[in-house]
């Protein structure tokens, strides 16, 4: 059965690397694992169980309610403006700057297309009209995409804390020291890239784009409310506790009245607008998370879980390059960095205490590897989106943004390992 389940597995993530729906993918290799050990039952209990996840639910939904309010009230677009504004006023770090301005507004919109496609809109055309090269300004706002491991609303997040059994904000605290060497590495590294390449802001290249050049006018009001939810997060926050605890969903339901106070555009809008981001996120995001339930309930019931634990018991080391290696090249591979992470954080993560690590310093390593190495990967969405914005190929952008993305996922190995 284990040699069973272990060929349904490998199926499985071929099938994901050729971009065959993933929640389908992941839905039919648990069923059929589950299935050849005589209990298919078992993994509609799993579907049914994950469907009404509350700390999963609640948080997922909410963030991308209010992501949408953001969108439908400007406020995200002016947030936006401003930092691109202030961005291109400093020509000598434009590159590794705007690393720096993705990453952070990655945070308030977590979405990695959704980012890459309201970031890049603004910023890619900002960077090339200051002669940045095209495909170098792509791998500029692709690059700072892994920003959303520090956000509250992507779905990794509120995953490993209930794993862990501890708050989301104690999560990304936990994991934030990573990510900053991350960032710290990624940046500069872009910005070497480009000095070798010669596709910095050069004055000839600036000079021969074609734009229109038009100035947006930010509204500040507008601006500022996409980061009031995290700052109420922060501030409620255990490690800071300035004010009472907020949770989730509270900061969220709370930053789309402020988009509404902000704005007073249309009340009947902001709530279509949030009501379709929480169903949206539901479909799209709950439903990969319900999918690799069945998957980890398929492989738990087949044995194979049982069996890779105690593979793992024998090395510490193993353990740790299954949750840096397995999510980060299947990202590459498939462009989601989430089908394996949630897999792996599903049936490994969990058993973390045997192997001499914490649940959410294994959850957290896995989640970050994924998503170093969806940054990296021609085929993921949000980098077709950018290419799509600085009409390029999606492998121009994918070689720019690889170094930084190789030499943060052994950064990360490195951080975790010396814990």
Not at 85 to 91: A, D, I, S, T, Y
């Amino acid at each position: 059965m284990i040699w069973v389940g272990a060929i349904i597995v490998l199926l499985t993530f071929v099938a994901i690397v050729k971009r065959y729906e993933t929640r389908l993918v992941l839905f039919l290799g648990g069923l059929a694992m589950a299935a050849a050990a005589g209990k298919p039952l078992a993994a509609m209990d799993a579907f049914a169980k994950a469907m009404v996840n509350e700390g999963l639910v609640t948080t997922i939904c909410t963030v991308m309610g209010f992501s949408y309010v953001m969108s439908v009230t400007n406020c995200d677009k002016n947030l936006v403006h401003l930092l691109a504004g202030g961005l291109k006023r400093v020509k000598p770090i434009l590159v590794p700057g705007a690393v720096v301005v993705t990453w952070v507004l990655n945070i308030a919109l977590p979405s990695t297309a959704g980012c890459a496609a309201a970031v890049g809109a603004v910023l890619i055309p900002t960077l090339i009209r200051s002669g940045v090269h095209p495909a170098m300004a792509a791998a500029c706002v692709m690059s700072g995409t892994f920003g959303s491991t520090m956000s509250p609303g992507l779905s990794h997040n509120p995953f490993v804390a209930k794993l862990a059994q501890v708050d989301v904000m104690t999560v990304i605290a936990n994991h934030a020291p990573a990510v900053l060497v991350v960032l710290a590495i990624a940046a500069p590294m872009l910005a070497m890239v480009a000095y070798w390449r010669k596709e910095g802001p050069d004055a000839e290249r600036a000079a021969a784009f074609q734009g229109d050049g038009q100035d947006f006018k930010v509204n500040p009001l507008k601006a500022i409310i996409p980061a009031l939810p995290l700052l109420l997060l922060v501030l409620g926050s255990k490690q800071l506790g300035v004010i009472p605890t907020v949770t989730v969903p509270q900061a969220m339901i709370i930053g789309a009245m402020l988009g509404f106070l902000a704005t007073f555009q249309s009340p009947q809008e902001i709530s279509k607008g949030f009501f379709k981001g929480m169903g949206d996120s539901y479909g799209d995001i709950m439903g990969i998370i319900i999918a690799a339930a069945v998957f980890t309930q398929g492989m738990q019931i087949i044995g194979l879980t049982g069996a890779m634990i105690e593979k793992m018991k024998a090395s510490q080391d193993i353990a740790i390059y299954a949750a840096t290696f397995g999510p980060y090249f299947l990202a590459i591979l498939s462009g989601s960095g989430d089908a394996a992470a949630l897999a792996f954080n599903g049936a490994v993560t969990p058993h973390a205490a045997q192997f001499g690590w914490a649940i959410s310093d294994m959850g957290s390593l896995a989640t970050i590897s994924g998503a170093l190495g969806r940054t990296m990967s021609p085929v993921a969405g949000g980098l077709i989106v950018c290419a799509t914005i600085a009409k390029v190929n999606p492998f121009e952008i994918a070689k720019r943004t690889a170094p930084g993305m190789v030499l943060g996922v052994i950064a990360v190995l490195l951080v975790f390992s010396v814990r």
